[in-house]
């Protein structure tokens, strides 16, 4: 390449960098452009957020070069990465150039045929009419056996011990000088250090700062330094920069391994519309198969994963179709979960059921068991839904509450279905176990039901001391007692409850019950529904010790209900009935005959009394019925609800419904992302629980038990170095508990 063109290529390099500074004094203060210090690991693309969109075409002529791959000559192949020690040539002598050929020379001799290649092109970019020698792999004699040592502490990456050894030479022989190659390929090796350090930090804009104070280490010949800066912009929200260092990569570097890797990577910080820019440059094999065909599935899978997390997202039909015939195609059971998922939470159970079945003939594991008994459960079949569940569910926090839901909703079939003895002793054991207190009263009820009436009032008992104020479990339990002529524990019942629930009240006074109750054969139930004895014939009696509940310690204030964790935001605003001589809400009422600002107003009560399932149905029927403000504040409401359940994929589908107020969508975000990280590491699956973490990092600040998980999940993925700056950070607060995890890791890092 003549000596003009190279150095308008520079010239270039130059403005780029100078740029670069541009661009980081604007994006940092002070401290943090001074200072390399832990920061909170930066997430995904956020919901909440701005990105830099704007198009190649309207940016600075020269941020256009970078994107357009001008940074570096396309034709010439590209210099050796920063860790190549490639010494640059003196100027040409008239007579012609003198070639400096030791690096290329060490290369042979270490028999690195990558570098050697590398170092051959970059002479013959350099000096066209330089030939390589025909044996250059015969090293020539070696006069300073001192310089080719540093030349092997520079190959190796030791630039410290590079740095120091000539010191030391300089100190014995004071007229030596160092080759200007070995020094500038040096500052180059540190630099891409520095680079992958900050990366690896997640110090975004540091990563923007020395790749645009060293243009040179942006070329084909060092992709993964590329991928860095594509990772910086887009964790930085510059995304169309991202998208540009993606377009330079793809219209130069020819690697179709590196060139696949690089979608792949984009993913993680690109939108599907800025993945398309790049998808555009894909080529085509002569197989007629395009290069990029894994990332199109894997894109596919990602539309139908966030579909199945968000009913209001609807995926394009051809998306579809393609995961189905990967699922056609394959063998395993990912991709059939996938589409079971997503036509479940779109309220197609008769589909969800046939996918989550292939899924389950391929494989049998508790996503599977879980997702499958769900369905069924919507399906009406409820006893197929509790076996399904049974057998998994010890393995999750989430199997564990699948199994409960289904197994309480079998138990509420009216009218009431025939149990096989063991499958009502696991039942019994299982919600006893739990405490969970819907499963107790719904228990209760069908013991009553199928007239075991000294085991209902046991089950009612039990409901009451997890739920002090539910009104149901009492009204069971007077209905139990009068039953079985009780008059001490009836009368404590109606004392209690009389004042506050009318058919309570009523048992009491035959009079009141005639009005209330039309038939006095009738017997009410949870609902205030009749339920006739002549059903509850249908179902054999069963032996008393089958459907024990286990006896409970002492009476709690708080509902035992299943909840991975419980939620910080999950607190009723200060607008609930329940204090401060607004109406109560401990009566049973059917929501859908309430309007919508006492359906609403019935929700906050239900939520300051912790009875969060309730509050939940009371808010859906607010929002149903209800617009503008109402809505808001009902859809808010019934996340938090879901949130202080532990339901979180509901609670998710549930913020989705109505757009709230910045600071009310970021509450709720975090809380969602909180407890899918935690329910995510408490199964084990640590990458996702990075993602969460990821994600969340970007709208709220990392508290210490969310920073101990990741570095955590950085441990049990071997991710040792990221795991030793999470526990070291927290160590700096004093937090003993990372100082342990310090000691553990130290052991385990230890060879062996």
């Not at 198009?55 to 570096?72: L, V």
């Not at 804009?205 to 860095?228: E, F, G, H």
């Not at 207190?437 to 039990?462: C, D, L, N, V």
């Not at 609930?576 to 309007?595: D, Q």
């Amino acid at each position: 390449m003549p000596v003009k063109q190279q150095l308008l290529i520079l010239g270039t390099l130059a403005v780029i960098g100078l740029e670069g500074a541009y661009i980081l004094d604007q994006t940092l203060s002070p401290a943090e452009a001074g200072v390399e210090t832990h920061q909170a690991l930066a997430p995904r693309p956020p919901v909440f957020g701005n990105f830099l969109t704007s198009g190649s075409a309207n940016r600075p002529a020269s941020e256009r070069r970078f994107a357009q791959g001008e940074a570096a000559p396309a034709a010439a192949p590209a210099p050796a990465p920063a860790a190549t020690p490639a010494p640059a040539a003196p100027a040409p002598a008239a007579s012609g150039p003198v070639v400096d050929e030791t690096a290329l020379r060490y290369f042979a001799r270490q028999g690195d045929d990558r570098r050697l290649q590398a170092e051959i092109a970059r002479l013959r970019a350099l000096y066209p009419d330089w030939t390589p020698p025909d044996d250059f792999s015969a090293p020539a004699p070696i006069a300073d056996a001192v310089l080719d040592q540093m030349w092997k502490l520079y190959g190796d990456g030791q630039y410290a011990a590079v740095r120091a050894a000539i010191a030391a030479r300089l100190v014995r022989e004071p007229q030596w000088q160092a080759p200007p190659d070995l020094l500038a390929r040096l500052e180059i090796g540190e630099q891409r250090e520095r680079l992958v350090n900050a990366s690896n930090a997640q110090q975004w804009n540091t990563v923007v700062s020395i790749a645009a104070a060293t243009p040179t280490l942006l070329t084909c010949a060092d992709v993964d330094v590329l991928w860095r800066v594509a990772e910086a912009f887009g964790k930085s929200s510059r995304t169309g920069r991202a998208r540009d260092v993606g377009t330079y990569i793809l219209t130069n570097c020819q690697d179709p391994k590196e060139r696949l890797a690089t979608i792949q990577k984009a993913m993680g910080y690109l939108d599907d519309a800025e993945l398309a820019d790049l998808l555009k440059l894909e080529r085509i094999g002569a197989d007629g198969q395009g290069e990029f065909a894994p990332v199109k599935n894997d894109l596919a899978r990602r539309r139908l994963s966030a579909g199945a997390k968000d009913p209001s997202l609807t995926v394009a039909p051809e998306d579809i179709a393609l995961v189905e015939r990967l699922v056609r195609e394959g063998t395993g059971p990912d991709d059939a979960v996938l589409l079971g998922s997503y036509w479940f939470q779109h309220n197609d159970p008769t589909r969800a059921a046939q996918w989550f079945e292939l899924a389950k003939g391929r494989a049998d594991n508790a996503e599977i068991a879980r997702g499958y008994a769900y369905v069924l459960n919507a399906l009406k079949r409820p006893a197929e839904a509790e076996e399904a569940a049974y057998k998994w569910r010890d393995a999750s926090k989430e199997n564990t509450d699948a199994y409960l839901v289904v197994a309480t909703a079998m138990l509420s079939v009216d009218p009431p279905v025939k149990m096989d003895r063991e499958v009502l002793t696991r039942t019994a054991k299982a919600i006893s176990d739990a405490k969970y207190a819907p499963g107790a009263q719904e228990f209760g009820w069908y013991a009553y039901k199928i007239g075991q009436t000294a085991i209902a009032a046991r089950w009612f008992e039990t409901a009451l001391s997890l739920m002090p104020e539910d009104e149901p479990s009492a009204y069971g339990l007077a209905l139990a007692n009068q039953k079985l002529k009780d008059k001490a524990g009836f009368d404590k019942i109606v004392r209690e409850w009389s004042a506050r629930s009318p058919r309570i009240a009523a048992l009491a006074d035959p009079k009141a019950r005639r009005n209330l109750v039309p038939a006095a054969e009738s017997l009410p139930g949870p609902d205030g529904e009749t339920v006739a004895p002549a059903r509850a014939a249908r179902v054999e009696a069963v032996d008393d010790e089958e459907m024990e509940p286990e006896p409970v310690a002492r009476p709690v204030r708080r509902q035992a209900a299943p909840r991975t964790a419980e939620p910080s935001v999950a607190r009723a605003p200060q607008r609930s009935a329940a204090k401060g001589g607004g109406r109560s809400c401990t009566g049973e009422v059917r929501p859908a005959l309430l309007s919508s600002m006492s359906a609403l107003t019935r929700g906050w009560c239900l939520m300051e009394l912790n009875r969060p399932i309730e509050a939940a149905d009371a808010f859906d029927m607010a929002l149903r019925t209800s617009y503008g403000q109402v809505a808001q504040d009902a859809a808010y409401g019934k996340t938090l609800a879901y949130l202080r359940a532990g339901l979180t994929d509901q609670a998710a589908a549930s913020a989705a419904q109505t757009s709230q107020a910045v600071p009310r969508a970021i509450e709720l975000k975090t809380e969602i992302l909180t407890q899918r990280a935690i329910g995510s590491y408490n199964d084990g699956r640590y990458v996702e629980t990075l993602l969460m973490l990821d994600e969340r990092s970007r709208i709220a600040p990392e508290q210490n038990d969310l920073m101990m998980m990741r570095g955590w999940s950085y441990f049990h993925l071997r991710r040792w170095n990221d795991a030793k700056t999470i526990f070291v950070a927290v160590a700096g607060t004093g937090s003993r508990e990372a100082q342990r995890a310090l000691a553990t890791l130290a052991q385990e890092m230890k060879p062996k």
